[in-house]
Every structure is written in structure tokens, then in C-alpha cells.
């Protein structure tokens, strides 16, 4: 391989499994931390999930910790399952990250699962 190529990774968030926020059994918010994605250069990278949400209309919010602006901020109108893909800004994910989920409005709680960034890097 040439030096200085690029390559597409991804890293798996929170080992693959789920998290739920529900408001009426804990926190409003899930921090994931320690996100590593090694070799990361700058540009714009994409995030994906799935959430899957009950009882009621709740808004999720997602941002980076380093981050006071959302990426994402939706109230569900139904109970229907959603796929995320998601673009992150350039500057926004770091070599190390602390990703936020949480219910900032609304009522019902949040499954969310599948977790995974897709990020470039440079091959030396």
C-alpha cells in the first residue's frame, strides 16, 4: 500500500449492545464514554443507530460531549422503530469521544442499540 492512502473504518459503539433511557426508572441521559477511533482525520464522518421508543412522544436528543449543539433532535409522532444515519460534522468527533443520548422533552422511554461510527483514516 502507498503511504499517506485513506481508508474507511468503523467503530462499534457501547460493545454492540443496547441502552434504554426512561425517565420514570432513572437519569433522562446515557453517556457513552471513551470512544476511540484511532487514525481519525479530519472531515466529516457518519454516525448510525436504531432506536426503538413506547409510551408516549418523547424527543431525543444526540450530541457529543465536546459538543453544546445536537446532532439530532426529534420527537417521535408513533411507535414505529427508526433507523439512524447521520452525518457528523467535520470537528465534531474526536480521537476520543463521550456520546450523549437523552430525552429532552416529552414523555415514554427510548431503546436505542446498533451503535456504530463510520470514520476515516489515514494508512501510514
Do not use: C
Request: aromatic share 8%.
Amino acid at each position: 500500500m502507498a503511504t499517506n492512502q485513506v481508508a474507511a473504518r468503523y467503530v462499534v459503539v457501547n460493545g454492540g449492545g443496547s441502552v434504554r433511557i426512561d425517565p420514570a426508572h432513572g437519569p433522562t441521559d446515557v453517556h457513552i464514554q471513551n470512544i476511540q477511533v484511532p487514525g481519525l482525520i479530519s472531515g466529516p464522518n457518519v454516525l448510525f443507530f436504531r432506536t426503538h421508543h413506547y409510551n408516549g412522544k418523547p424527543t431525543l436528543r444526540v450530541r457529543f460531549g465536546s459538543q453544546p449543539q445536537p446532532l439530532i433532535q426529534y420527537t417521535f409522532p408513533d411507535n414505529v422503530p427508526v433507523d439512524w444515519q447521520t452525518i457528523i460534522p467535520a470537528g465534531q468527533l474526536l480521537s476520543q469521544n463521550e456520546l450523549i443520548f437523552s430525552i429532552n422533552s416529552g414523555h415514554g422511554l427510548i431503546d436505542i442499540g446498533d451503535i456504530f461510527i463510520l470514520y476515516t483514516t489515514r494508512i501510514e
